[in-house]
Every structure is written in structure tokens, then in C-alpha cells.
């Protein structure tokens, strides 16, 4: 039963992934504490999302040029993992809180923001704080969302620039999510087995995804994609708010 719930999860989370750039962190996770603990779910999560994104990251090349143009927002994100202001994944039930929230907001984010502000004239003084953000809520929820994805489409990069700037956002990030996880809990063969595990379905839907990429209709895929999101959020989030 278990293996089923790995593949169906990771599976999709991977086509999402390969279809719009991102979504397997955020799908595995929301769907994942539905039934373990965020802290379980991070664990699980770290080896196949590490692979896919660099997976996503390596697929264009150009890599030195995002690192020097980027290298704020990322030593931001290994400051904000180091020193968070927020409370982490082992916290339970604020950590589950706290993910709803975000799942919830970017949901809505994602159905209603249309035209961006073209912050890119900012970027030197807002990449570091953007990046804090992002360190801090990755190590609290086990994922990286807001205010990293908002924040590099309003530089608006071009579709490729895009989604390999949010692999290379993402890989870091896992990195210090590894790092945290490793000094916080510890981990057994078996967790490690099933992390690897789900490497395969992850692989698989992600280039499904991108072969998909050219054949769907990929605005009405991201609307539902972010209807789904609200839907996970709000009932992740409102029974620890009490409404039950």
C-alpha cells in the first residue's frame, strides 16, 4: 500500500515538475503530511528532489552565469537555513500550519497574479532578503516557495532563464534542508531505501512532463495545478487553526 502511495505521489509530482518547472516538493510535501509528519515527508523528499533539480538546473548549461548573478539570493537562502527566525520541522503540528499556509497563498498567488512589476532594476538590494525568507520557510516547512518563485518571475526572466534560476534556487535550498534534517533527526536505512525509491517515479513523470510540455494546454494545467493547491492548503490549514 505504501509502495503505491510513493509512486502515485512522486509520479505526479514529477510531471507537474517537468511540465511547468516546479511543483514536486510542494505536491510531495502537502500530500505526503497528510499521512506522516512533515519531518517524515522532508526526509523521504530530500534525495528525489535533489536529483531533479539538478536535473532541471543542468538541462540548459550556462550554470556560472546564474551563480554569479544569483550568488545573493543564495548565500541569503544558506543564512536564512542557518538562523531561522521561524520555528522548524520538528514542531509538528505549527510546522503542518505553517505549510497549509504557504500551499494556500501561493495557490492564490497563482490564479490571481497576472502582470508583474519588473523588479530586475532591484535585484542586487532584494535577492539577499528574498533569499533569507526563503532559507528560513524551507527549513520550517520542508519546502521553498514563497517569496523565492514570486520573486523571480517579477524579474521576468525568459521561460528557460526561469525555471533553470528556480533550479538552481531549489537545489540550494535542498542542500541546506539535507544539512538541517542531518543535524536535527536521525536518519534509518529504511527512510534512506524509500527516498531512493521514489527517485524513480519522480524521474519518470518529470519527462513525461516535459514531453507533455509541448502538447497541453499549459495555462489551464497551471490554473488547475493552483486550484489543487488551495484545496491542499486550506484543509491542511484550517483543522490546526481549530476549524474542525
Not at 503530511?33 to 533539480?53: F, G, H, R, V, Y
Not at 533527526?185 to 534512506?192: A, E, R
Request: with cysteine; hydrophobic share 55%.
Amino acid at each position: 500500500m505504501f509502495i503505491s502511495i510513493m509512486v502515485v505521489v512522486f509520479g505526479l509530482a514529477g510531471l507537474i515538475k517537468g511540465l511547468i518547472g516546479l511543483g514536486l516538493p510542494t505536491v510531495s510535501m502537502g500530500l505526503l503530511s497528510l499521512i506522516m509528519s512533515p519531518l517524515q515527508a522532508a526526509a523521504l523528499l530530500i534525495i528525489p528532489s535533489m536529483l531533479t533539480n539538478l536535473w532541471q538546473l543542468l538541462a540548459e548549461g550556462r550554470i556560472g552565469f546564474f551563480i554569479r548573478r544569483f550568488w545573493t539570493l543564495l548565500l541569503g537562502i544558506v543564512v536564512g537555513a542557518q538562523w531561522s527566525f521561524l520555528p522548524s520541522l520538528g514542531h509538528g503540528k505549527i510546522s503542518e500550519l505553517l505549510l497549509g499556509i504557504m500551499l494556500l497563498l501561493y495557490g492564490i498567488y497563482g490564479l490571481v497574479a497576472k502582470d508583474l512589476p519588473n523588479l530586475a532594476a532591484y535585484e542586487k538590494y532584494l535577492s539577499p532578503f528574498v533569499g533569507y525568507l526563503g532559507g528560513a520557510l524551507t527549513v520550517a516547512t520542508g519546502v521553498i516557495i514563497i517569496p523565492i518563485v514570486p520573486y523571480l518571475q517579477t524579474l521576468h526572466l525568459k521561460r528557460d532563464q526561469l525555471i533553470q534560476a528556480l533550479g538552481l534556487s531549489f537545489t540550494a535550498s535542498n542542500i541546506c534542508l539535507a544539512i538541517f534534517l542531518q543535524q536535527h533527526i536521525v536518519q534509518n536505512s529504511m527512510q534512506f531505501a524509500w527516498a531512493c525509491f521514489a527517485v524513480l517515479p519522480a524521474i519518470l513523470g518529470m519527462w513525461l512532463g516535459k514531453e507533455l510540455r509541448q502538447h497541453l494546454n499549459e495555462r489551464r494545467f497551471r490554473q488547475y495545478f493552483f486550484i489543487g493547491l488551495i484545496a491542499l492548503g486550506a484543509y491542511m490549514s484550517f483543522p490546526n487553526l481549530g476549524f474542525t
